[in-house]
């Protein structure tokens, strides 16, 4: 019998503000910050202590709810989600449920197999845990509350995924909204963004949902793809013999590449939700969900459009410039700037010369010595022929390094391209004469040997032949 993938996803988004969700505690960076040091009595849950709600937390999430099409509840209602766990400090966590702040979004995804439209069931606002660290030497685990009470995002789909694929461009697409809306860095690595997929199989052309199964935490594309891809096949292949498939929640094994079973997965009552007391309802005038409507800015899956119209890039390409954003405002400015050749040369220049030198000094856009205007200059020099791409490329690493403008790195390092067909003509010539056996070898046309040639003739030039010229003097010399 065959079976069809029916999936939903909950993603916890951490709205980066300045400060924790109920209270005055700062937000900092889980991993290099000292554990404990972002702690308060009111995110470490002391009895007495009351909640504030973060004004700035609700209009991030006001954010990414417009941009996904929700409506916005003009009235939402906190509520304590009750569970023991080491990571929770006041045993429960305080969540939104029955009437949550947007709901009925939605979300056009463009797959291998066309357009598919992903709904959004509700965004809502909570609390984040603490973080446990399990020590293997000894049997204990080590609890740090840095992360208590910062501010999430809970966003919620409907039962619509059907593949892996389809579950990773939505997790794609979100992280690029999130970081174009500027409410999270989108570092999954971090745990800034944690997606957690719920999957269960039926017979296909039934409606009946399957029993589901939630893999936890997962913070990588990678892992997702390949956990969801996995359980789907462990589930069709328990079916198929006979068996069950029982609702729990599992994690995902990197090493193994198999997930593996944590606890048994709760249903919404098991939390036995219950309004906070601490808090009054949340009321959101439509004012202020105006006011944050006219401020969203361009939207990622409106620019990988643009980008593929307005620059002739194709879609991965676009897309690539979409979900790192510096580098898509960076390539926009340089074709603003003249571009000084093709979109797609300056996207290859943008996304692979310029980065690679920057990820190797650990420089970001914003503390770039290159402005887009110089970059558009270099690429302007190498189309009009002063210098070849070898020697544009070592322009780039003069500029890279002092911040001068191409013109000036290009003279100061004798950069600028040969282009006299004579004097091209006779490195021709000594070359071949130097090479005896691989010039009968290229005149006889052993597949290889041409470009072999080319390079030592564009050796003895210095790397500044002109490539066009180079080819056509090893053509007459043939």
Same mark, same amino acid.
């Given at each position: 019998m065959p079976y069809e993938p029916v999936i939903g996803l909950e993603v916890h988004i951490e709205m980066q503000t300045r400060s924790k969700m109920f209270c005055a505690c700062p937000v900092v960076d889980s991993v290099s910050a000292p554990p404990n040091s972002a702690v308060c009595p009111v995110c470490a849950g002391h009895p007495g202590t009351l909640p504030v709600v973060n004004q700035a937390a609700v209009e991030y999430a006001l954010r990414v709810a417009l941009a996904l099409g929700c409506r916005v509840n003009p009235v939402s209602i906190f509520a304590r989600k009750n569970y023991f766990y080491p990571d929770i400090p006041k045993g429960y966590q305080i969540s939104q449920y029955e009437q949550p702040l947007a709901e009925q979004g939605q979300i056009l995804l463009q797959t291998s197999q066309g357009e598919r439209l992903i709904r959004i069931r509700r965004a809502h606002l909570e609390e984040d845990t603490g973080k446990l660290t399990h020590l293997t030497a000894e049997p204990c685990s080590l609890v740090d509350l840095n992360r208590a009470g910062v501010p999430l995002l809970e966003v919620v789909t409907e039962p619509d995924f059907h593949s892996a694929e389809e579950v990773r461009l939505y997790a794609e697409a979100l992280r690029a909204l999130v970081r174009t809306l500027g409410v999270n860095s989108g570092d999954l690595e971090k745990g800034v963004m944690r997606i957690e997929p719920n999957i269960s199989i039926r017979p296909a052309g039934t409606e009946t949902l399957g029993t589901k199964v939630e893999i936890k935490n997962l913070n990588s594309f990678r892992a997702l793809e390949r956990g969801v891809t996995y359980e789907i096949a462990r589930q069709t292949s328990l079916l198929e013999a006979g068996g069950k498939v029982l609702q729990e929640t599992v994690g995902w094994d990197e090493a193994a590449q198999a997930t593996f079973s944590q606890r048994s997965k709760e249903d919404a009552h098991d939390y036995r939700y219950l309004p906070e007391p601490d808090l009054p309802p949340l009321r959101v005038e439509d004012? $202020? !969900?105006?006011? !944050? /409507?006219? /401020?969203?800015?361009? *939207?990622? $899956? %409106? /620019? /990988?459009a643009r980008l593929e119209a307005e620059f002739g890039l194709s879609r991965a390409e676009a897309w690539q410039l979409v979900e790192n954003d510096e580098a898509g405002r960076y390539f926009?400015? !340089? *074709?603003? %700037?003249? =571009? =000084?050749?093709? %979109?797609r040369t300056a996207f290859a220049w943008v996304t692979g010369e310029l980065s690679a030198r920057m990820n190797a000094a650990k420089v970001g856009f914003a503390s770039l010595s290159i402005q887009p205007r110089q970059l558009a200059d270099l690429l302007a020099r190498m189309a009009s022929g002063e210098v070849n791409q070898h020697s544009a490329k070592k322009a780039l690493d003069g500029m890279f390094a002092t911040g001068q403008e191409a013109g000036t790195v290009i003279a100061a390092l004798g950069l600028a391209q040969v282009s006299d067909e004579g004097l091209i003509t006779r490195l021709v010539e000594e070359t071949l004469a130097d090479f005896p056996a691989e010039a009968a070898n290229w005149r006889a046309g052993k597949p290889g040997v041409e470009n072999w040639l080319f390079g030592q003739v564009m050796r003895k030039a210095g790397g500044k032949a002109n490539p066009q010229n180079l080819r056509a003097a090893l053509e007459k010399a043939r």
């Open positions: 004012a $202020w !969900v105006e006011a !944050v /409507r006219a /401020r969203l800015p361009e *939207m990622p $899956w %409106a /620019r /990988r926009e400015s !340089v *074709m603003a %700037a003249g =571009g =000084g050749s093709a %979109a």
